[in-house]
C-alpha cells in the first residue's frame, strides 16, 4: 500500500488562478517531506522541503505547508502560469529509511490553460 | 557536467532482449540512485550506491536486473531477457550525500518500450 496519497490525481485551472494540491502520508517515524515539480520528459526538480518542525515553506509562488500530526501536506501555487503545467510529485522520508528509500506519491498532474 | 545525464533518451526493444541504460552524475556526487517510473504510478525505488560501500539492491524487481557503478561514477543498469512490464521511465538521481540529508539531483530519464 502506497505510504503517500495525493490528491487530486489532476485538475485543469486558468492562468491566472491559484490552486492547491493535496498530500497525506502515513510515512513514520517522519524525517522530511519534499515537493518535486516534474515537466514532461524531465525529472523531478526539487520545489521545497520540510522537516518536522516547519510548518510552511515557499518558493517563488509555490507555498507548501506541513502538519505533521495529521500528517498531512499542501502545495499552493499563486497565480498560475502556463509553465506550471506539469507533475508535482510528494515525496516522504523516515528516520528509518536506508539511504534513497525515499516514498513517492503518484503525482498531481496540473494542467494550466490560457 | 552541469546535471546528471542519462542515456539513451528512449529505447525501444523487443521482448526478450537486453538492455543497458547509463547514467552519469553530477561529479563528485556520492550518492547514486535508480528509480523507475510506471505511468499513473509513484516512483518506485531501484538500487542505491553510496562511495565504495556495497550497493543496497533491495528495490530490484527480480534477477533480471542488475546495476553497476564503476569508478564511483558512471553508472549502467541492465535489463535481461526485458519483458513488458519493464516498459517504464527509469531515473537516474545523484546527491551529494545520502538523499535524506540533501538535495538529490534527477536526470531526464530513459523511457523503455519493450515490445
Not at chain 1, 510548518?55 to 499552493?76: C, F, P, V, W
Not at chain 2, 557536467?1 to 563528485?28: F, M, Y
Not at chain 2, 531477457?81 to 538523499?99: H, K, M, P, W
Request: glycine letters at 10%; one cysteine or more; hydrophobic letters at 30%.
Amino acid at each position: 500500500k502506497n505510504q503517500v496519497e495525493q490528491s487530486p490525481q489532476s485538475l485543469i485551472i486558468l492562468e491566472g488562478k491559484n490552486c492547491t494540491l493535496q498530500c497525506n502520508y502515513t510515512v513514520s517515524p517522519f524525517s522530511n517531506l519534499r515537493w518535486y515539480k516534474q515537466d514532461t520528459g524531465r525529472g523531478p526538480v526539487s520545489l521545497t522541503i520540510m522537516t518536522f518542525s516547519e510548518n510552511t515553506k515557499s518558493n517563488g509562488r509555490y507555498t507548501a505547508t506541513l502538519d505533521a500530526d495529521t500528517k498531512q501536506s499542501s502545495l499552493h501555487i499563486t497565480a498560475s502560469q502556463l509553465s506550471d503545467s506539469a507533475s508535482y510529485i510528494c515525496v516522504v522520508s523516515a528516520w528509518t529509511d536506508s539511504w534513497g528509500k525515499l516514498q513517492f506519491g503518484a503525482g498531481t498532474q496540473v494542467v494550466v490553460t490560457p | 557536467g552541469a546535471g546528471v545525464s542519462q542515456s539513451p533518451s528512449n529505447k525501444v526493444t523487443e521482448k526478450g532482449k537486453d538492455v543497458e541504460l547509463r547514467c552519469d552524475p553530477i561529479s563528485g556526487h556520492t550518492a547514486l540512485y535508480w528509480y523507475r517510473q510506471s505511468l499513473g504510478q509513484g516512483l518506485e525505488f531501484l538500487i542505491y550506491f553510496q562511495g565504495n560501500s556495497a550497493p543496497d539492491k533491495s528495490g530490484l524487481p527480480s534477477d533480471r536486473f542488475s546495476a553497476e557503478r564503476t569508478g564511483g561514477s558512471v553508472s549502467t543498469l541492465t535489463i535481461q531477457r526485458t519483458q513488458q512490464e519493464d516498459s517504464a521511465v527509469y531515473l537516474c538521481a545523484s546527491s551529494l550525500f545520502g538523499i535524506r540529508g540533501t538535495e538529490a539531483f534527477f536526470g531526464q530519464g530513459t523511457r523503455l518500450t519493450v515490445v
